[in-house]
């Protein structure tokens, strides 16, 4: 059973950075990608960012240029680099592994709150 435990998140000023960190319990042998979803109040969650485990990345396009995802393979372990925070990241930062059975382990979030 693979458990992501999110870290990292908290309040921050506008335009100010922060890092997400994301482990994981148990084997990641069947896991092909990490990434990161968010769910603000009221909207849908949506996916942030995703790094495959050959390196491949996507991000949406509300944070191309300002968040970078990277991953330690050594340590288990995602990274979100957020800069030039928005008031509109003010969110639930979840992470997420995908496995090649074909289910997604989500950890319980991480809450990031931009303030303006």
């Known amino acids: 059973q693979v458990q992501p435990v999110e870290s990292g998140g908290g309040l921050v000023q506008s335009g100010g950075s922060l890092r997400l960190s994301c482990t994981a319990s148990g084997s990641l042998s069947s896991i092909y990608a990490m990434g990161w979803s968010r769910q603000a109040p009221g909207k849908q969650r949506e996916l942030v960012a995703r790094?495959?485990?050959?390196?491949?990345?996507n991000y949406a396009d509300s944070v191309k240029g300002r968040f970078t995802i990277s991953r330690d393979s050594a340590k288990n372990t995602v990274y979100l680099q957020m800069d030039s925070l928005k008031p509109e990241d003010t969110a639930v930062y979840y992470c997420t592994m995908d496995s090649i059975r074909g289910y997604i382990y989500w950890g319980k979030g991480t809450q990031v709150t931009v303030s303006s």
């Open positions: 790094i495959t485990i050959g390196g491949s990345t």
